[in-house]
C-alpha cells in the first residue's frame, strides 16, 4: 500500500524568508502523480502545485518550489518569500496513474509565519 | 456557484442517530470525492463516483457509511448508528473527469461531532 510520511508536524518561518517542508512516499509504481495541498483555517483545500513523476524538471509555481528526488521518493516544498497568507496547514499528497485519482494524503505540517 | 459545496457546515448528533451530509460539486464536473479527516490527521479516502459507472467504495470504513449521487451531480453521506469515532471533517471534491491531469476542487467541509 502506498504512504506518505510528512515529518515535520509544525514549521514556522519569518516573513519574507524560505522555508522548506518535507515529504516522503512510499509506492512500487513507477508512474504517479505528487501533490502539495494548502489548507487555510477555512478548511478550504487548495492545490497549491503538482509534480508528474515522469517528469525529471522539477514544478515551479511562482513562489512555490519543489524538490522531486525519484530514487529518494522525496518530494519537499520550498516556499520563498514566506507571507502571511501562506500560514496553513499543508499537505503532500499521492496519487497512482490509474484509474480514479484516489488520493493518499500525509498527516500534514502546520506552517507559521511570523511577522 | 462556481465552486463545491457542502451542507450542514457543521453537525453535532447524538451517538447512534443516523447523518446525511450533502455535497454539490461543480456543475460539469462527472468525478466526485468523499474524504474523512480526522482531527490532527491527514485525509482519509472513502468513496469516489465516475460519471454513470459503479463507484468505488473500497475506503468506506464500515457498512454504516454509504453515498449514493443522484443524476451524476449531488452526493449525499449517510452514516448510520453513529459512534463516537466518526467525529471528523467530511470533505468532498469534484472534478472534470477521474483522469489525474483533472485537478481535484475541495469544498470547504462538513465538521461532524458525535456527542
Known amino acids: 500500500a502506498q504512504t506518505v510520511t510528512q515529518s515535520q508536524p509544525e514549521m514556522s518561518v519569518q516573513e519574507a524568508e524560505t522555508v522548506t517542508l518535507s515529504c516522503t512516499y512510499d509506492t512500487s509504481e513507477s508512474d504517479y502523480y505528487l501533490f502539495w495541498y494548502k489548507q487555510p483555517p477555512s478548511r478550504q483545500m487548495i492545490l497549491v502545485i503538482r509534480?508528474?513523476?515522469?517528469?525529471?524538471q522539477n514544478a515551479t509555481e511562482n513562489r512555490f518550489s519543489v524538490n522531486f528526488q525519484k530514487a529518494a521518493k522525496s518530494f519537499s516544498l520550498k516556499i520563498s518569500d514566506s507571507q502571511l497568507g501562506d500560514a496553513a496547514m499543508y499537505f503532500c499528497?499521492?496519487?497512482?496513474?490509474?484509474?480514479?485519482?484516489?488520493?493518499?494524503f500525509g498527516a500534514g505540517t502546520i506552517l507559521r509565519v511570523k511577522s | 456557484g462556481a465552486g463545491v459545496s457542502q451542507s450542514p457546515s457543521n453537525k453535532v448528533t447524538e451517538k447512534g442517530k443516523d447523518v446525511e451530509l450533502r455535497c454539490d460539486p461543480i456543475?460539469?464536473?462527472?468525478?466526485l470525492y468523499w474524504y474523512r479527516q480526522s482531527l490532527g490527521q491527514g485525509l482519509e479516502f472513502l468513496i469516489y463516483?465516475?460519471?454513470?459507472?459503479?463507484?468505488?467504495k473500497s475506503g468506506l470504513p464500515s457498512d454504516r457509511f454509504s453515498a449514493e449521487r443522484t443524476g451524476g451531480s449531488v452526493s449525499t453521506l449517510t452514516i448510520q448508528r453513529t459512534q463516537q469515532e466518526d467525529s471528523a471533517v467530511y470533505l468532498c471534491a469534484s472534478s472534470l473527469t477521474s483522469a489525474l491531469y483533472n485537478e481535484q476542487f475541495f469544498g470547504p467541509g462538513t465538521r461532524l461531532t458525535v456527542l
Open positions: 499528497a499521492y496519487s497512482p496513474m490509474e484509474y480514479g485519482n484516489k488520493l493518499v
Open positions: 463516483f465516475q460519471g454513470n459507472s459503479a463507484p468505488d
Open positions: 509534480q508528474e513523476a515522469y517528469k525529471q
Open positions: 456543475s460539469g464536473h462527472t468525478a
